[in-house]
């Protein structure tokens, strides 16, 4: 602190002491006894402006009352301005307010620019005692007095950690503004402490704040939210700042000490808090200082879909169906729930795995299809929704080898396997089978889908190793039946004695073929038709390839139409059945006809009429039918005819590509 005699500072604050001097509690007096007291309150206030703040006050009879302000100032000395203080809150019975202000420029005159405030005290008028009880004398008040004020030095203590002055407030008892030694009565004691001039221990720290913090929870799914409590420890200095970034993207995500947090995206997340103390030092903690302190987000949980049965063949949970974890490990088993609960059921899901109608020896067995319920393939297990599986990818087998024994590509083995794998009969459209592969089943007809009376929706299914008899239809036999058929193979099947290795149509049946390919299926000698045959029906077939059907006859190795039969063709290709010229590839008898347009069809020489057509070789890329990028059939097909939601080929790519749709069943993608 600095020592300075600063007497100048009070003319500015006599006169308004003189003219306040009822307000100061100086009761009646003389002209010299008022000037007396006036230049011992100039002395005392003169001593007053080495003060810097007041630490304390203390009410003892005259109120003396201080603003406490802690010792960490400049240290500059003060300067004091004094005023009439009115009858309130501060002063009972009014008095004098004394404020002391940091002397900026250490001149000991307070300045209109020194405006900081570093303590106010009030020196406040005596009160009158309470009057006695009744009966008694009352015990005199006590009588207004002014106060005069004794300033010492303090030494560093507990009442001053630097130092600094005691200022004791004695009652004036003869009113003369000057300490007698007689006049012992200590209204009240202040202390006026030295600024922060010694050294600030933030100023010599080298050790950074301790830090941590907790998360809870710190595993869940998305959304996690995590409340984060930060623990940071710096005796010396103290903190200054907190800092998080929760999800590691390098954004400060909150400054406070305590926050929550809401994790929407999966993964591991090290989250970071970083604090700084005062002498600007800074420790960050994460969850790579602490094993296992991560943050782990999982993919959001979803319930199951409403309506859905659960199928999958490894499933070890209670096996009732209702989820992936729980299904079932049957099929029929969810056939069979689906057909009692119709009003609740929608769908039934099955993962990947090779199903079987029934045991060994139940060959009449057989996976009915539902009006009003799509039973789809493909999936891993997992998934969420039907637009996350993979067929492709998922195999999922629906088989009449019963007891597993079967030698397809001889179709040896073949004697105890179902009659019909699967059944579409007395069935709507709403009846759907979609991402499945139907394959050994060996009957007089239908072994692979029979449908009587039924117009079932088969999509990316595959129908393959299917061994007929004497009726035929190897892959699917329809009777007086309206199926759609879309993105579907029929590969490989077999009629031994009947016709239509591929799909066999009778008594009336109108399928609708969309994106289908007929490979290498075929039928025994002197029966046409490999891979379709048609007998008093009517399909409709729009982008489907037909290449290396076999026959025992000459004509309509790839399709024969019979007995009053109309075929519709469009976006076609017929390629390599069993023969270069027309006659080989379509054949119409009894009645029939074909009527084809925009199609290929090799050996054309225009007698089957139609317009668009032509016999250009189709250039293929592969055994199944695409198509190279040079194919005269890329980009020349017509768009009128594609349906409506027909949006991908057989290989489930975009159908339509260049802004015109390729001639068969595959898109060239460039």
Known sequence: MEYKNKIGFFKRIALGAVASVAALGWLYCSPDDLQRRVNNLEQQVSQLTQIQNFDSYFVNGFEIKGNPHGGQDSGNIVVVEVSPEDVGVNCVNGGYRIDFYRDDNNDGVKQDTEATLLGTAYSCTGDTGPQGSIGQ??????????????????????????????????????????????????????????????????????????????????????????????FANDPECGIESYSW????????????????????????????????????LSTEFSGTNVNGLEIIVGPPIIPPPVGIIFVKRDAAGLNDGDSWENAYTNLQIALARATNNLNTVNEIWVAAGTYKPG????????????????????????ESGKESRNPRNHITVLSGDLRGDDDSINFLNYGDNSFHVGTGSDTSKSAILDGFTI??????????????NGAPTIRDCIFIYNLAGAVGGAGMYNNNSHPDVINSKFVFNRATDGAGGGMLNHNGSEPYLVNCAFIENQVGPGVSGGGMSNDQSNPTLINNTFIRNHSGTTGGRGL??????????????????NGSDENTQISSINASSASINISCIQGWTGSLGGVGNNGEDPLFEDLEGRLSINSPSKDTGSNKVVPDGITTDLDGNPRIVNGNVDRGAYEVQE
């Open 560 to 577: 024969f139409n019979n007995t009053g039969s109309v075929a519709t063709l469009s976006n076609c290709i017929f390629w390599d059945n």
């Open 439 to 452: 394959s050994g089943g060996n009957g007089i007809e239908g072994p692979g889908i029979i449908n009587i």
């Open 137 to 230: 004398q009352g015990e005199q008040g006590i009588e207004g007095r002014s106060l005069v004020t004794l300033i010492n030095q303090e030494s560093p203590g507990i009442n001053c950690s630097n130092g600094g002055y005691r200022i004791d407030f004695y009652r004036d008892d003869n009113n003369d503004g000057v300490k007698q030694e007689n006049e012992t009565t200590l209204i009240g004691t202040s202390y006026s402490c030295d600024g922060s001039n010694s050294i600030d221990p933030c100023l010599s720290d080298i050790t950074p704040p301790e830090v941590s913090f907790v998360a809870l929870p710190r595993k869940g799914a998305v959304p996690l939210e995590a409340t984060f409590i930060g």
């Open 359 to 382: 045991a060994i020896d139940e060959r009449a067995s057989t996976f009915h299809l539902i009006t009003g319920i799509g039973i789809y393939g493909g999936f891993a297990g997992s």
């Open 245 to 280: 970034d929760f999800n590691n993207d390098g954004i400060e995500d909150s400054t406070n000490g305590t926050d929550i947090f809401t994790f929407d995206q999966s993964g591991n997340f090290n989250s970071k808090l970083r604090v700084t103390n005062r002498a600007g």
